[in-house]
């Protein structure tokens, strides 16, 4: 565990990174994202709740350096403190993911405060907490883990693919949004939508993206992830792009995203 504690202690805030469609960018989106918030001096922890561990593959994490993961915390078994790893971003850690977590589902089903494993886990860190922000890496499904992401987080951001069902699958999605929040997490809100993918050779990506923007308004971020082909092959090396091709298209828009995604954070603290 890194020393990246503050003098003063302040509750991070916690988005969770959410869609129920594989292949929108979401993983990609998350490891980005938080390298780049982290480029903007803030301290972060992402949390890779996908047993897939590709949020972990992207920092370049073994899979031997994984022995306290997020399963081990959603089950009690170790404590965010004790599987939190430093990447090779400074300011940045992960709590890594294993195969290991296919199995919480149904562990989690007879588990009491099923929905609660991750926010108690949190609760319990943040009283010694150095993160700035948390950012959660969801698996493609809305089960239990991604329940647990929502019942954990201050808010919502919520990768779209420029494609034909988009708008179909974020309606789905913001519709599990409202119930979570009516049952188990009334502060939850959605802090944005952000456009991947998006081609601009490409009549479709430009009408979705007119679709999205017409029917969600200023919900979705002015700023929209490009296909890069350093994007894609960057996690092959265990790098974020940021780090892989500083300069690239890719790279400069997740940096763009984070100044607007801490410009929206700034606006609802001063509005708070």
Do not use: W
Not at 204 to 230: C, K, M, W
Request: hydrophobic share 45%.
């Amino acid at each position: 565990m890194s020393d990246l504690a503050s003098s003063a202690v302040v509750a991070p805030r916690i988005l969770a990174i959410v869609n129920q469609k594989g292949g929108v960018g979401k993983t990609t989106t998350a490891v980005n994202l938080a390298t780049a918030m982290a480029a903007c001096r803030k301290r972060v922890l992402v949390i890779d709740l996908d047993p897939q561990g590709n949020a972990s593959t992207g920092f370049g994490i073994p899979r031997k350096a994984r022995e306290a993961d997020s399963y081990a915390v959603l089950i009690g078994e170790a404590s965010i403190a004790e599987a939190a790893i430093e990447t090779a971003v400074p300011g940045l850690e992960i709590v890594p993911a294993s195969p290991d977590l296919s199995g919480a589902e149904i562990e989690l089903v007879a588990m009491e405060h099923r929905e609660f494993r991750l926010r108690e886990a949190v609760v319990r860190h943040v009283a010694a907490s150095p993160y700035d922000y948390i950012l959660i890496d969801c698996p493609p499904s809305l089960g239990l883990l991604t329940l647990n992401a929502l019942v954990a987080a201050d808010a919502v951001l919520v990768p779209l693919q420029c494609e034909f069902y988009a708008l179909e699958g974020l309606s789905q999605l913001i519709r599990t949004v409202e119930r979570v929040r009516k049952a188990l997490n009334p502060s939850l809100e959605i802090q944005g939508v952000v456009l991947t993918m998006f081609d601009r050779r490409n009549n479709l990506s430009e009408q979705v993206a007119a679709d999205v923007r017409g029917h969600f308004g200023d919900v979705v971020y002015r700023t929209v992830i490009p296909r890069n082909v350093r994007i894609s092959e960057a996690p092959s090396y265990g790098k974020p792009v940021i780090v892989y091709d500083t300069g690239c298209t890719g790279a400069r828009a997740y940096l763009d995203l984070a100044r607007e995604v801490l410009r929206r954070e700034q606006s609802l603290a001063d509005a708070a």
